[in-house]
């Protein structure tokens, strides 16, 4: 605890004669007591906050893994309560050198290009997950009318956009 007019630190000692040595300022032990119960409010307030903003992360995530996708524009069972808005998802990737050169033999001989598959699935995940938590954001619980867009933006770079229309649905009884 520091001394309300200097600014220096209290000890015991300086608690116990009732005044800092430093400026002269009297303290006393109930300034101490109260000082600490103030302190245990703010940890108790600081600890509360985390839990609370956990348990916010924790929905987010249930949500996010509860989210239902598809490339139509309607889910069998369920029907669309609520049109939330076009969400989207964007993600561009260097596929790098070694991936350049495994793709001019593989064009050579006419094989796949395993390299090039495992980047555009990475970058496609990427942006999903993007689209995703853009439309959780805005209180969805599916995206219907999924769309991809590929762009070769250099020699060995690559985008991957996605996009759909964030909807709230409910199940059918």
Do not use: W
């Amino acid at each position: 605890m520091k001394c309300t007019q200097c600014g220096n630190e209290l000890t015991e000692d300086m608690f116990s004669s009732g005044m800092c040595f430093v400026c002269g300022q009297a303290v006393t032990i109930s300034e101490k007591i109260i000082l600490e119960q103030i302190k245990a409010k703010e940890q108790n307030l600081k600890e509360q906050i985390k839990t609370e903003q956990k348990a916010k992360e924790q929905e987010l995530i249930n949500r996010y893994n509860a989210h239902m996708l598809t490339t139509g524009y309607s889910f069998e069972g369920y029907h669309i309560k609520r049109y939330l808005g076009l969400v989207s998802g964007e993600t561009v990737i260097g596929t790098g050198f070694l991936a350049d050169i495994v793709s001019n033999v593989s064009d050579i001989f006419g094989t796949q290009v395993p390299e090039y598959s495992d980047k555009i699935k990475l970058a496609k995940n990427s942006a999903l997950s993007e689209m995703i938590r853009d439309s959780t954001s805005h209180d969805g619980n599916a995206i219907i009318g999924i769309t991809y867009s590929y762009l070769r933006f250099a020699r060995d770079v690559i985008g991957v956009s996605v996009n759909g229309t964030s909807v709230k649905i409910e199940k059918i009884f």
